[in-house]
């Protein structure tokens, strides 16, 4: 049976089943608010990730540019593996992986290891290495 007349349908209603449907409405426009908050969080990690994704197309063009031009050395261990434009600048612990630059290292924002995939308990700074004074 197909009823087009609203207010007879709201007569067939009893009161407990009225107050059931007004829950019910009432939860899904709950559940609605909550889905466009989602939304919008998801909206501004995808922008999020863009920029990032940005960021590193323009190292990784930078890096081809150097590789191409013969001033870098693709076999330089002490070069972040993020950007190869930088020296590693952080060592995980406890593995004592040293990986990323600063910049690379906030970018990747990792909890893992990215060679070994041990959780990653502590970031120490690397310190400068300074020049050997025997050598020439």
Avoid at 21 to 30: G, N, Q, S, V
Avoid at 85 to 104: I, K, L, M, Q
Wanted: charged content about 25%; glycine content about 2%.
């Amino acid at each position: 049976m197909v009823v087009h007349d609203l207010s007879r349908v709201e007569s067939l209603l009893t009161p407990r089943s009225r107050l059931a449907l007004a829950r019910k409405i009432r939860d899904m426009a709950r559940q609605h608010s909550q889905l466009a908050i989602s939304f919008a969080t998801l909206a501004t990690d995808h922008a999020a990730l863009q920029d990032k994704h940005a960021c590193l197309f323009e190292r990784h063009s930078l890096l081809a540019h150097r590789v191409y031009a013969g001033e870098l050395c693709l076999d330089d261990d002490a070069l972040c593996i993020g950007c190869h434009t930088c020296e590693t600048a952080r060592t995980y612990w406890p593995c004592g992986h040293s990986v990323f630059c600063d910049a690379c290292d906030e970018l990747a924002d990792a909890h893992d290891c990215p060679l070994c995939r041990r959780p990653i308990l502590h970031r120490a700074k690397n310190l400068k290495k300074s020049p050997r004074p025997w050598t020439a």
